[in-house]
């Protein structure tokens, strides 16, 4: 199970090992591997939202030198999460700074963009900002998550089929791998095309179709090879920065059933989809409960198991806690009896 978590400041990602009991309940739940960038979550989005909207309002950008004021965050981040369920919103902002903080700041954190939705002579044009502004917008960020998912995938000897097709997740970053796998699908549909067209008699315009077509495929397969030998040095550092092991190398022999989702940055559909792309397999939330409130909920969970709550009330056993040395030992045992 890969374990996904965006907060406001922090990511954190983790793959845990999880057995069930014979009621179907989860049973051991061991930790494989986790990694994440302490300096990367939802926070991160709302700045460049925030840039965002004051570049498309005619504002050029916010004065250097000077923080976005909290409601000017606030306002993102309400954006933000308005376009999680909805596909644009359209505002009316004031023509400068001072104005716009004056008007933020008069309303409640976050501001309802109800309140920002009506024309006045003071304000700007309507400013329509869509799911596809937020996606190209945070766009930059995205890399970022792949590096721990990779690391933790690495030493946790798990697949990952999105290294496997990256087509899939090129395409969600945006970046140059995404259209370099679909020139490259396209060079071999016409390589196909060639054939077909020689084989019927129009050897020579499609024969000099296919030259041009092996010619681009050759610049294709260069740029590919580059995508290797960069992947190979990530691997590489990932295995330094667990202490000098050795990272198995991809696929491995497990693959990812199952993806959790907390954090409410999480409800971003694009996060959701690079999850996906990554993982191979569509993600969840905790059952019954909303991404924000899945740490609260597992810390009660901690607290019932230090406090031996659970422990009456299941009859295999309750929760129980293993350190790392009394989990190997357990899953040594458990590969020696065949159980595993």
């Known amino acids: ?20 009991l014979s009621s179907g309940r989860a049973g051991q739940i061991e930790l494989l591997a986790s990694s994440g960038d302490a ?25 250097k030198g000077t923080p976005f004021p909290p409601q000017m965050r606030a306002l993102a981040e309400a954006v933000r999460v308005h376009l999680s369920s909805n596909p644009s919103v359209t505002l009316h902002l004031p023509r400068n700074p001072d104005a716009l903080a004056s008007l933020l700041s008069s309303l409640p954190s976050p501001p309802p963009l109800s309140s920002l939705s009506s024309p006045a002579p003071s304000l ?78 129009d050897a020579g315009g499609e024969l000099g179709r296919m030259k041009a077509a092996q010619k681009g495929g050759r610049k294709r397969a260069r740029a590919l090879s580059a995508g290797a030998r960069s992947f190979k040095g990530e691997k590489a550092a990932a295995a330094r920065r667990a202490g000098g092991g050795s990272a198995r190398e991809m696929p491995g022999s497990r693959m990812v059933d199952a993806v959790v989702l907390v954090g409410g940055a999480t409800k971003t559909p694009l996060i959701a989809g690079l999850v996906s792309a990554v993982a191979g397999v569509a993600p969840t939330y905790v059952s019954g409960a909303p991404p924000d409130h899945s740490v609260a909920l597992g810390a009660a969970v901690q607290v019932g198991v230090l406090d031996g709550a659970f422990e009456d009330e299941d009859p295999e056993g309750g929760l129980g806690v293993m350190n790392p040395l009394q989990a190997a030992l357990l899953r040594a045992l458990a590969k020696r009896e065949g159980l595993i």
Not at 1 to 19: A, E, I, K
Not at 124 to 134: E, G, K, V
Request: proline content about 6%.
């Open 1 to 20: 199970m890969l374990v996904f978590d965006l907060g406001g400041g922090t990511f954190d990602c983790s793959l845990l090992s999880v057995t069930r």
């Open 39 to 63: 300096n990367l979550g939802g926070n991160d989005f709302d700045a460049r939202v925030a840039a965002s909207l004051l570049r498309r309002s005619g504002f050029g950008g916010w004065p």
């Open 124 to 201: 700007s044009p309507p400013l329509l900002y869509t799911r596809a502004h937020l996606e190209e917008d945070v766009a930059p960020l995205l890399p970022r998550f792949l590096r721990p998912l990779r690391e933790i995938a690495l030493l946790a000897d798990v697949a990952l089929l999105g290294d496997a097709a990256p087509g899939a997740v090129a395409a969600i970053l945006g970046g140059g791998g995404g259209a370099a796998a679909r020139k490259l699908d396209g060079g071999l549909e016409e390589f196909r095309r060639a054939m077909a067209g020689a084989e019927g008699g």
